[in-house]
């Protein structure tokens, strides 16, 4: 059976889930493939971690290394962007497609490496970058084949979601609720990125990118956070039967693209107003199919990386001749 | 440029739809294809009405003249199994892919219709056939290549959660919130196809066809209408904080498919609780990936007919060089 190797950049937890999915699902990746995948090299930052992999896994530090292995693929499961970038471009130099749940990284070098990777035919993939398991990317990617997207409006933070849900739900104050977040490993020990909007700004970037073929200028993108908003705004929402939702919000007008990540009231009618605790939620409005929501979860280790085996199966149906020679 | 040469059977709403998409995004169509699509020929049931369309297009009540035509791909969008499951394995034995927004039919024959397909490496496509322009069916389809389904929870008929709604929002009895319903255009004059389950029990067949492979014995389904629920039913599901929906339940237990459409009591906590008006709305039960859900119309001419071409797009991602030659 041909074999297809596969190198994973990063063993936190969603490399981790990788590397899980691909072993527990072996026979059937390989009916669906027709090939046997193998992960046979691993880039980690810390090479004097234990790690119960089989021995013929490369366990490297070295990007090199990893490249001399010549991958058929490469997943890409590290933060921020860089290094990946460089990785990433060199990876498409290579002639390597990727798969990568990098959100800084797409924000910032997404359109660079689309284009590095049209010319070269090859994929670039990332749909676990954006609401994690949950299929944003490749349901946008089949609407705007027919439709056009009007308007975007979106739940693409799980932590602060949690919080305005908790501080709503069970009265708890902002720190509280954040706490509760920490302690159920919603929120990160400095959870900055978060609360002031910068990780859904990402997500916000990655669809503008995906929608209009182009992002707005950054500093014309209004970003505000959570940490402001108290049980006083929460009660005098309610009293008008609204809900604060933490909100990222896109559209187009007059070819100029605006958008805003910020809190936002809604009353009981906008189908985001129901969406509590870590999921995330994305409300398309289309021209011809109306108003399309998809909601799930917005992070997790098996929810992430199924996302990234899902964006490596559709490898084959593009360019298949090119990008993995079976 | 290369033609590709489309037939339609059934000139309707959706129809009609399809003909205006084909028209209005044809630049569009023809940069993603290569190809320019052509109607060529319809096929109607009342050849006397009359109809504005362009002379090139055939129109005929004789399917041996639409075959006639050698169409390189057919678009049924009549209702009932019958005619349209003779019409579409005759194109098949033809060599025709199909994509069809029929449920009817594909709950009956669908099975059939994928083995003959299958044998010749053709496609039959039926987005459109559940949800019409929510995209259940390549969701579930994907999310089926890494993933098992565990449940599936859903509201499959816009007019009875357009029903339940009213009664539940402005207090209206069955029978007014049935007659506004009509008067919208939500509800058929004869509304006893929706009210009494059956709409909603073929669309859950399909899905269970798509995610499980077979159906459940038909006679074993829990197929219960909203007909007997009145104010009181409603009022007391208010007082315990609940909501009732029409919900269409699918799930496998020992190797044994569960199915059920019916009325049930949700807590607020649900995905489908806050789900009110005519649209659709499906949650399924991901193995890795969590819980999804996805929401929007559920009827329509453009977001049905979108879903159509939709499905005519992908045929070029399964084997384009033997279904459309161009």
């Known amino acids: 059976m041909a074999v297809i190797k596969a190198a994973l950049l990063g063993y936190g937890t969603v490399g981790q889930g990788v590397v899980e999915i691909i072993q527990s699902r072996k026979k059937y990746l390989e009916q669906l493939t027709g090939a046997e995948i193998k992960i046979t090299a691993i880039l980690v930052k810390h090479l004097d971690r234990p790690r119960p992999l089989p021995a013929s896994i490369l366990v490297t530090d070295q990007f090199e290394e990893i490249l001399d292995q010549k991958p058929d693929v490469i997943f890409e499961a590290i933060n921020g962007e860089q290094p990946a970038y460089t990785y990433l471009s060199r990876a498409l130099d290579a002639d390597i497609p990727v798969v990568s749940a990098n959100k800084a990284l797409l924000a910032t070098h997404g359109a660079a490496l689309f284009a590095k990777a049209e010319k070269k035919s090859l994929s670039v993939k990332y749909e676990a970058a954006v609401a994690s398991g949950t299929p944003v990317i490749g349901t946008l990617t089949r609407l705007l084949q027919v439709n056009k997207v009007v308007k975007l409006e979106a739940i693409l933070n799980g932590t602060t979601n949690f919080i305005l849900s908790s501080m709503h739900n069970q009265g708890d104050s902002f720190e ?13 020990a400095d959870p900055a990125n978060d609360l002031e909007g910068w990780d859904a700004f990402y997500k916000l970037m990655i669809l503008s990118q995906l929608i209009y073929g182009k992002q707005p200028d950054w500093h014309e993108v209004t ?14 929402a309610t009293l008008q039967g609204e809900r604060i939702k933490h909100l990222a919000i ?3 007008s007059n070819g100029k693209i605006i958008a805003a990540v910020k809190p936002v009231h809604l009353d009981s009618s906008h189908s985001l107003y129901g969406i509590d605790g870590v999921d ?10 109306g108003p399309l929501t998809l909601r799930g979860p917005g992070a997790g280790k098996m929810a992430t990386a199924s996302a990234m085996i899902e964006d490596f199966l559709t490898l084959f149906e593009d360019q298949p001749e090119k990008q993995l020679q079976l």
């Open 176 to 188: 509280d609720a954040l706490k509760a977040a920490q302690k159920e490993g919603f929120a990160e």
């Open 223 to 236: 970003r505000q956070g959570i940490i402001a908003i108290d049980q006083s705004d929460l009660k005098q």
């Open 250 to 252: 896109l559209e187009e």
């Open 280 to 289: 995330n939620a994305v409300t398309m409005t289309t021209e011809l199919a």
